[in-house]
């Protein structure tokens, strides 16, 4: 979702990017990925995040591998648009109707000079 103004978000989307953005701070610079330097960073910023969230990102993205697999590069990820509807098994399987087949008609060979005599010129 692209973000034309912050004031048109709500306290938990700006709670989220706080979060987001302490978090890459924090893993640009080495630290430790913790609560406390989630929190940290958030304080120093002049912003507000609460324990819950900033203990919610520091555990996904440690979870995650760190930063570089949190944060995927540009283009690198992407949702395909899911999936497909998931089957309900193979018992109930539809009977797929057949559909006859159109055949083709060619155009009949026609002269173009009007002659039926089907000879050559």
């Keep these: ?13 700006k709670e989220d ?3 987001s953005l302490a978090a890459m701070v ?10 406390d330097a989630l929190s940290a960073v958030a304080k120093e910023a002049g912003c ?3 324990g819950a969230m900033a ?6 993205v440690d ?8 944060t995927l590069a540009p283009g690198g990820g992407g949702g395909g648009g899911g999936g497909g509807g998931g ?10 109707e057949e559909e006859p087949e159109e055949e083709e008609m060619e155009a ?3 002269d173009m000079f009007g002659g039926d005599d089907g000879g050559d010129y």
């Design 87 to 96: 089957g309900g098994g193979g018992a109930a399987e539809e009977e797929k």
């Design 55 to 60: 203990s919610l990102f520091a555990s996904v």
């Design 63 to 70: 979870k995650s591998g760190g930063l570089e697999k949190f």
């Design 48 to 50: 507000d995040l609460s």
């Design 108 to 110: 009949p060979a026609v």
């Design 17 to 19: 990017l706080v979060a």
């Design 1 to 13: 979702m692209p973000v034309s103004s912050l004031t048109d978000l709500s306290a938990s989307q």
């Design 26 to 35: 924090v893993g640009s610079t080495g630290g430790e990925m913790s609560a």
